[in-house]
């Protein structure tokens, strides 16, 4: 329920939709963008970002809590971990989200033994919090050609070509896999996919399933994962150092079982990393949308291990995270809203960009006018502006939010927010890590046998990942690392050595960093104070 110094605010938003509906905003100029972006995105910030002093990516820019950890030693005592492996297998698949569950699957497909690892349960990750939808060229008026440029203009033509014409040209396959698995896309009065559009896309290109896509698509893999008799789950295990050989090729990982509080070694010829993204870092002190996995882990085990990372000075903020109710800060509202016509509204009840933007100018946006003044402020000091959702249901009718959002209906319904009467408060939330490790269309890293795939993986969605094509990278790149792995099963994975952990140590002990951080994190600090 909204106190009343909102309600003073809605009434504005509810006096100005009768004019704001026939309102055409053009589109920005790319020197208008260019301009935004600087001024108020982010990752222009310069504040908030340094220069790694140390590994592949000497000298490359990310942001200050990413360089804490990669500059960090970790909290282990590595030389009383026992390097000898209790479990032996092909591939070792690290992580339980669409990446891992993916690749697991079709590594196991090759006749390959699989042990997939993962911090908590399987399932328990960004994928299953996946809302709007996925993106693939299924539409007649649609291709494969349409999609590499939507995808290259929205990464601001930094995402590698190779990488994103390899996600966009299996997109129908990976659909039609998934169909076949039983995955019951949302279809349309004949009996076609729906599909729809959505920010920075020119064809008709989301497909979903109601507003919980990620958590229906999981709910399939996982049941096929319990079917695959090559595949061995071992949960509450988190990854928190890869293993490598005299080569310095990748062999296995040293994980910690989390019920008995103990470490143990997997060796395997070769190993997928799909730990996901690092929301959960909260860079500049934002709020994020993200499931508590998500701190960052690949990144920081793969650079130890020598891996190179790509853009990773490049972060997503999704324009609506809530603002109000406090306790759901960050949580995301999906960016279908918008494809619908909800508007963005300032405190004055005007409207202040084109609504079908890319992410990143509408989230600038949105800060710009909070930092103008034309924001609303919450009873807790918190900053916002409105997402006008009554006027998608005047718009598509009576009854339509709660048909077509059930999932987002239900949960604004729980405090007493009926969001086809009420306008939320949105600001930007920390959503997707754009960069991550340096893979090639196989999913393989700059380190021998070390595949990544997913959020974890860099080099595909440029500078700003268009909606969708996360939840289509995740299938496309987890298949791709999952065959490429099997096909190692016959290799000889030599000795299990921490020696790369200690050269690094060494490195950083020559180059005098010390930092306060230990890294991987595995937990945010709020969430290891509960444990
Ligand atoms: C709220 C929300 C809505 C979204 N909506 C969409 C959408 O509509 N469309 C779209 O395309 N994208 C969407 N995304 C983005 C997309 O869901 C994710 O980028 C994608 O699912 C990531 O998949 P993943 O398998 O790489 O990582 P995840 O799904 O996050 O899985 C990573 C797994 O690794 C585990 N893990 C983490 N660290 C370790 C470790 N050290 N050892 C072992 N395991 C570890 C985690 O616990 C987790 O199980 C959304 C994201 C969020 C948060």
Not at 95 to 113: D, I
């Amino acid at each position: 329920m909204y106190p009343d110094s909102l309600c003073d605010s809605i009434a504005i938003v509810d006096a100005t939709r009768e004019k704001r509906k026939g309102e055409e905003l053009l589109r920005l100029t790319s020197a208008e963008m260019e301009g935004l972006l600087r001024r108020y995105h982010p990752d222009y910030r310069e504040a908030g970002f340094r220069n790694l002093r140390i590994g592949a990516n000497r000298g490359d820019r990310t942001t200050h809590e990413i360089a804490d950890l990669l500059e960090a030693f970790s909290n282990l005592d590595h030389s009383k971990i026992s390097l000898e492996p209790e479990f032996d297998t092909d591939v070792l698949v690290l992580g339980g989200g669409g990446a891992g569950v993916t690749a697991a699957l079709f590594a196991e497909s090759m006749g390959a033994r699989v042990i997939l690892a993962t911090k908590l349960r399987v399932g328990n990750s960004n994928t299953i919090m996946a809302l709007g939808g996925m993106q693939a060229s299924v539409h007649e008026d649609d291709s494969p050609v349409r999609h590499f440029a939507d995808t290259m203009g929205a990464g601001k033509f930094a995402g590698k070509r190779e990488l994103v014409k390899t996600m966009v040209e299996d997109g129908p396959a990976i659909v039609k896999w998934l169909l076949e698995l039983g995955v019951d896309f949302d279809r349309d009065e004949e009996g076609n996919l729906a599909t729809r559009k959505a920010g920075g896309i020119t064809a008709p290109r989301i497909i979903s399933i109601g507003d919980y896509t990620g958590l229906n698509i999981m709910k399939v893999l996982k049941d096929e994962i319990r079917k695959g008799e090559g595949i061995e789950v071992m949960e509450f295990a988190p990854a928190v150092e890869l293993t490598t050989n005299g080569f310095g090729e990748c062999n296995g990982a040293v994980l910690f079982d989390l019920g008995r509080k103990r470490h143990f070694t997997v060796r395997a010829r070769a190993v997928v990393l799909a730990t996901g993204g690092s929301g959960r870092l909260h860079f500049q002190g934002f709020p994020s949308s993200n499931n508590f996995g998500a701190t960052g882990d690949a990144i920081v085990l793969a650079y130890r291990a020598g891996a190179r990372l790509e853009g990773i000075d490049s972060f997503q903020y999704h324009p609506t995270g809530v603002m109000f109710p406090d306790h759901m800060v960050g949580v995301l509202v999906t960016e279908a809203a918008r494809s619908l016509g909800g508007q963005l509204v300032n405190g004055k009840g005007e409207r202040f960009i084109n609504e079908l933007e890319t992410r990143d100018a509408c989230s600038a946006a949105i800060i710009r006018e909070c930092e103008e003044g034309n924001g609303v402020r919450t009873p807790a000091g918190k900053v916002g502006v409105w997402l006008d959702t009554p006027l998608i249901e005047e718009t598509q009718g009576k009854g339509f939010l709660k048909r077509r959002f059930p999932s987002m209906y239900r949960h604004f319904m729980r405090v007493k927010i009926d969001i086809s009467k009420r306008p939320l408060l949105t600001y930007p939330t920390l959503h997707y890590q754009n960069g991550g490790i340096l893979i090639d269309e196989k999913g393989e890293t700059t380190v021998r046998n070390l595949f990544t795939a997913g959020e974890a993986a860099g080099g595909i969605h440029g500078r700003n990942r268009a909606m969708g094509n996360s939840l289509l990278d995740i299938f496309v790149f987890g298949r791709r690392a999952g065959l490429a792995a099997a096909k190692r099963k016959y290799s000889e994975p030599g000795n299990v050595t921490l020696g790369h952990v200690y050269r690094y140590y060494d490195r950083l002990k020559s180059l005098r960093i010390s930092s306060v951080a230990t890294s991987p994190t595995l937990f945010p600090e709020f969430i290891v104070s509960k444990l």
